[in-house]
T-cell receptor, first 115, second 117 residues
Framework: AQSVTQLDSQVPVFEEAPVELRCNYSSSVSVYLFWYVQYPNQGLQLLLKYLSGSTLVKGINGFEAEFNKSQTSFHLRKPSVHISDTAEYFCAVSRSTSGTYKYIFGTGTRLKVLA | GAVVSQHPSWVICKSGTSVKIECRSLDFQATTMFWYRQFPKQSLMLMATSNEGSKATYEQGVEKDKFLINHASLTLSTLTVTSAHPEDSSFYIC?????????????FGPGTRLTVT
């Protein structure tokens, strides 16, 4: 069964420091990968996505991610975080199930930016 | 573009009553809509998938008689929690797919917080 693993449940980091949020997936077929951010009591906001093409994907708010097929990873990075980046981050894989593409979400990583 | 709305954003109801949550795609036609449930500090759990004009497909363990889903048009899906109980209290999020999104991407609504007293 396909799964998405976010190894870090919480990541504390000081403001203006770099951060990497890890995401690994298991799949033997083509995958479509997404990172979402969720602020308290809100829905999901798309940060970036990988569907095909360049393995380095740039998203909103200065985030980027690199698709690594050999390591089945799609880690999210930001070179300098802000207090406002404090939120929950979800990695998701879109895969076909009985002809319908559905998401499989990771368990989430809580990023806490410290002043 | 690709905006999904939900109504209400939060609702409190008494145990035993039913609650309806609406999910609308505002600027595109949603051929497929998804309903998720999220418990505090947890990930999203897919409850069901609905295609316009057909019956919803429920994930294993989700009671279809408890969570009624109707996808009556290409822009509207509703989730009705019937005979709600405190354990149904949760954050419910819908998403929609269609238009320029292609098959792979979903657009998410802002969520509805349901509290059953």
């Amino acid at each position: 069964a396909q799964s998405v693993t976010q190894l870090d449940s919480q990541v504390p980091v000081f403001e203006e420091a770099p951060v990497e949020l890890r995401c690994n997936y298991s799949s033997s077929v083509s995958v479509y990968l997404f990172w979402y951010v969720q602020y308290p009591n809100q829905g999901l906001q798309l940060l970036l996505k990988y569907l095909s093409g360049s393995t380095l994907v740039k998203g909103i708010n200065g985030f980027e991610a690199e698709f690594n097929k050999s390591q089945t990873s799609f880690h999210l990075r930001k070179p300098s975080v802000h207090i406002s980046d404090t939120a929950e981050y979800f990695c998701a894989v879109s895969r076909s199930t009985s002809g319908t593409y559905k998401y499989i979400f990771g368990t989430g990583t809580r990023l806490k930016v410290l002043a | 573009g690709a905006v999904v709305s939900q109504h209400p954003s939060w609702v409190i109801c008494k145990s035993g009553t039913s609650v309806k949550i609406e999910c609308r795609s505002l600027d595109f036609q949603a051929t497929t809509m998804f309903w998720y449930r999220q418990f505090p500090k947890q990930s999203l759990m897919l409850m069901a998938t609905s295609n316009e004009g057909s019956k919803a497909t429920y994930e294993q363990g989700v009671e279809k008689d408890k969570f009624l889903i109707n996808h009556a048009s290409l822009t509207l899906s509703t989730l009705t929690v019937t005979s709600a109980h405190p354990e149904d209290s949760s954050f419910y999020i819908c998403s929609a797919r269609g238009g320029l999104a292609g098959s792979y991407e979903q657009y998410f609504g802002p969520g509805t917080r349901l509290t059953v007293t």
